[in-house]
């Protein structure tokens, strides 16, 4: 035999030597969820290990992830229902307890690398991601809202808006409504291929924020397609778009292969909630090792072409990797 394989992989020295893809807490991006309130910390009961915070506590959560090294963080506001109505207009009240709260963690951490989440399901009374009219989603008339949401964030100090409702034209509305505003440096992470998954799950426990008739399949992308992923990142990047995500992570790592061949856009992508929550169920059966899966499922992530990767393990495996 001339050829063997395994001379490779003959000790940890020289598998380290030929190892083609490293994982860093540079790469990630902690997804985090807020409530309103003081001092108050509650586990999310779908997501073991993962918790909605009170702005305080989030304050203290992020200042133990940053001595971890972990510099991105992205946060989901979990809206009571009295708060909610059709037209998401509290997404915009300035004085609400999200955008309070992004403002105060950029006071309190500037360098920390701030991400939100421009879409109207955590404020609308009918959870969709855009106005409803007649049982029907409308685009347009979405835009506007977002619009309005993305220049109330940007004001917020967020670095890096996250328009995750796959309304058509969206990044492009937001970009020139930031210009126009003089938020230049306002960076625009779109959620470019997002699927209708059923791995959504635990996030809408988390926010309360399922839709409350029908499901996201007019708007959300078909499971079944790739081409259609290409035409996204034409027009998110025609748009503006500094990086492009997919979502979810797992079961479309052929998607983030395409995209990150097709775009030399930094590719990014949103390890889910139902991602996260099936390794927990496993590990807290004794079926399988948690640190190892995450480990992996990470790698396999970062190995198929995202250069960032939003994922609720990434204090677990900054903590790790101390
Ligand atoms: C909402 C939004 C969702 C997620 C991020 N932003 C849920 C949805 O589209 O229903 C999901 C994140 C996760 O599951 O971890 N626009």
Sequence with gaps: MLRRPRRNRK????????EETSLS?????????????????V?????????????????????????????GFDVFPAYPESLKNEAAT????????????????KKQFPEVCLMSDVAMDPYSSDGHDGLVKDGKILNDE??????????????????????????????????????????????????????ASAFYGPFRDALD??????????YQMNPANSQEALIEAALDTEEGADFLMVKPALSYLDIIKLLSENSP??????????????????ARQGWLDSDRAMQEVLLS???????????????EFATLSK
Excluded at 11 to 18: D, I, K, Y
Excluded at 25 to 41: E, S
Excluded at 90 to 105: C, D
Excluded at 265 to 282: D, F, Q, R, T, W
């Design 11 to 18: 000790s940890e020295a020289v598998r380290n030597l030929v």
């Design 25 to 41: 807490v540079k790469d990630l991006i902690f997804p985090l969820f807020l409530i309103d309130g003081f001092n108050k910390k």
């Design 43 to 71: 586990e999310v009961n779908s997501m073991p290990g993962i918790f909605r915070f009170s702005q305080d506590q989030l304050l203290r959560e992020i200042e133990e992830c940053m001595k971890l090294g972990i510099r």
């Design 90 to 105: 509290e997404s915009y009240n300035p004085e609400t307890f999200y955008l309070k709260a992004l403002r105060e963690i």
């Design 142 to 195: 979405t835009l506007e809202i977002l619009g309005r949401m993305s220049l109330a964030q940007a004001d917020a100090g967020v670095d890096i808006l996250g328009p995750s409702d796959m309304m058509d034209g969206r990044v492009g509305y937001i970009r020139s409504l930031l210009d126009e505003s003089g938020f230049t440096d306002t960076s625009i992470m779109s959620y470019t291929a997002k699927y």
């Design 209 to 218: 924020s399922a839709p409350k008739f029908g499901d996201k399949k007019t």
């Design 265 to 282: 856009l930094p590719i990014a992508a949103y390890n889910v909630s139902g991602e996260y929550s099936m390794i927990k169920a496993a």
């Design 301 to 315: 992530i970062k190995r198929s072409g995202a250069k960032i990767i939003l994922s609720y393990f990434a204090k």
